[in-house]
């Protein structure tokens, strides 16, 4: 084999990698996206119009524009996302890291910046939490709908009361104020948010964990490396222009 030969068959064997890629490119583009979220405001939730809003959701649909990508939400329960990205029905769920659940069907995208902390909610007065062992021997207050990292799974079932389930944060918060729980176990940021709209209240919140979210894409979808990819790249940019100090005329 010719010099000559030798590089026209390495032009065209990269010419045609070239094209496989731009191809998987394009199959991320071919079709609306699915993505479902849990209603956790003020991160993510419906709004009084009927429409997907919050933090999460805003970040999620900037990064989407920025990389050409599109869209279409869903509100599921969280046993619902699970299974929809078993099944390949749902394609992205912005949700926590490394869920040991999902590990067999799912690819992550690095932290997209935004970190959650499981919190062990008290009234004044009420003891602090100095670990999750304390919390066995305390009556605690759950939210319905709401999952718990694993290592709690074992302090709720050997619990010496059984665990009380609000249907939200503002009854959650009631049942600790009638004294018939010690400490509600959830999330800061609804948690934040339940505060805000109850100012009298004197609150104390003891980190249990934290984690960062990520993009949790199904890997039962063809183009699953693809869009992790396209996810991170798109955040990466994003986040680098919105570190970057304005310009003099912007800034005026």
């Not at 018939?180 to 339940?194: F, K, Q, T, V």
Request: glycine share 6%; proline share 7%.
């Amino acid at each position: 084999m010719d010099a000559f030969t030798t590089v026209w068959r390495r032009i065209v064997v990269g010419m045609v990698l070239s094209f496989v890629i731009s191809y998987s490119y394009a199959d991320v583009h071919a079709r609306p996206l699915r993505a479902a979220f849990l209603h956790f405001p003020p991160m993510a939730y419906v709004d009084e119009n009927g429409e997907p809003a919050g933090k999460v959701i805003e970040l999620t649909n900037r990064i989407a524009a920025e990389s050409g990508l599109e869209i279409t939400w869903v509100s599921y329960p969280i046993r619902r996302i699970y299974k929809g990205l078993e099944n390949g029905e749902i394609d992205i769920w912005p949700g926590s890291q490394r869920v040991p659940a999902l590990r067999d069907f799912t690819l992550e995208t690095p932290s997209i910046g935004i970190n959650i902390n499981l919190c062990a909610l008290s009234l004044q007065g009420t003891p602090a939490v100095t670990s999750p062992q304390a919390l066995s021997s305390s009556q605690l207050v759950l939210i319905r709908g709401y999952t718990y990292r694993a290592q709690l799974d074992g302090i709720f079932a050997n619990a010496k009361r059984k665990p009380i389930v609000a249907a939200d944060h503002r009854a959650a918060i009631l049942l600790l104020e009638k004294g018939r729980g010690d400490y509600l176990i959830s999330y800061n940021h609804p948690i934040e948010l339940a505060l805000q709209e109850q100012p009298h209240i004197n609150a104390t919140c003891d980190v249990l964990d934290s984690w960062p979210l990520v993009y949790v894409v199904s890997s039962r979808i063809p183009d699953a490396p693809e869009l992790i990819t396209a996810l991170t790249e798109s955040y990466r940019r994003l986040a680098e222009a919105d570190s970057k100090p304005a310009s003099f005329a912007q800034a005026r």
